[in-house]
């Protein structure tokens, strides 16, 4: 018989036990309960029926009933185990990716000049909504058509930033804020998870303004987004580059951060 089920009919004699005691009692005592024969007879009766039962319950342990509700139980909490697991992971999936969220614009408030050259601390009140439409931008000035697109990327809205920032970028493309919309674009298009388009868009900064204040940021996210592509060798070059043209600096410190990750560290 199975030793794992010994303390399950142990108590189940035990009860027994304690009912033929109380059985043995009921015969022996005096009074009404124990003067007549018919009380002894069906005191008789209740022991032959308790055997019975006993006898039914010791067939069911040897025939192994028990034992396989037990194996059935203890398949279920492996599976509850495997599916704690599964949470887990998507815990930590979940934790990631809002770390890699967090990454786009970690470095913001450190490098971020709104208005190149101070012009921030002379912002004019903001213009009307541009209307959500594929028609040309209406009559405003280049500044005020920068600073309404950047605070719908701001903002959060990543779709409707990209679709202003574009419409600039065909507006004035050589502009004084054409440099900063162009990375921006690129920005929004990488929070947004095109890493594709960002990476295009962020070469095309360097490409075309290198000697804006972006380009150095953009070359960290060339490297961002090579790493989000799945191109180790491309990112880590382009990470490498930023250590080694800005050592001391947060875009440095950042690039050695996403090589730590890359090299699993």
Do not use: C
């Not at 399950?8 to 109380?22: I, K």
């Not at 250590?243 to 950042?254: D, E, K, W």
Request: hydrophobic share 40%.
């Amino acid at each position: 018989m199975n030793t794992a089920l010994e303390p399950l009919r142990s108590q189940r004699f035990r009860g027994v036990a304690g009912t033929l005691l109380a059985l043995g009692i009921l015969v022996a005592a005096p009074g009404s309960w124990a003067q007549s024969g018919p009380s002894t007879v069906v005191t008789q009766h209740q022991l032959q029926v308790v055997e019975m039962r006993l006898e039914r319950v010791e067939r069911l342990l040897d025939s192994g009933v028990l034992t396989d509700m037990l194996q059935g139980m203890d398949a279920l909490q492996a599976e509850v185990r495997q599916l704690r697991g599964q949470v887990e992971q998507m815990e930590n999936d979940l934790r990631n990716l809002q770390t890699r969220q967090r990454d786009q614009f970690r470095n913001l408030d450190e490098r971020l000049s709104l208005v190149e050259g101070g012009a921030a601390a002379r912002r004019a009140p903001d213009p009307d909504p541009l209307p959500e439409t594929d028609e040309p931008l209406p009559d405003a000035d280049e500044q005020s058509a920068y600073e309404a697109a950047f605070d719908v990327l701001m903002g959060g809205d990543y779709d409707a930033a990209i679709t202003r920032l574009e419409r600039f970028m065909e507006r004035y493309p050589d502009g004084v804020y054409s440099a900063n919309a162009l990375y921006w674009l690129a920005e929004a298009k990488y929070a947004s998870g095109d890493y594709e388009g960002a990476l295009v868009d962020f070469e095309a900064v360097r490409s075309r303004f290198p000697d804006s204040d972006k380009a150095a940021d953009a070359l960290l996210k060339v490297g961002y987004s090579h790493f989000e592509l799945g191109n180790a060798e491309a990112a880590r070059e382009a990470l490498e580059a930023v250590v080694a043209g800005y050592p001391g600096t947060t875009l440095s410190r950042l690039a050695q951060d996403r090589l730590r990750r890359l090299d699993g560290r």
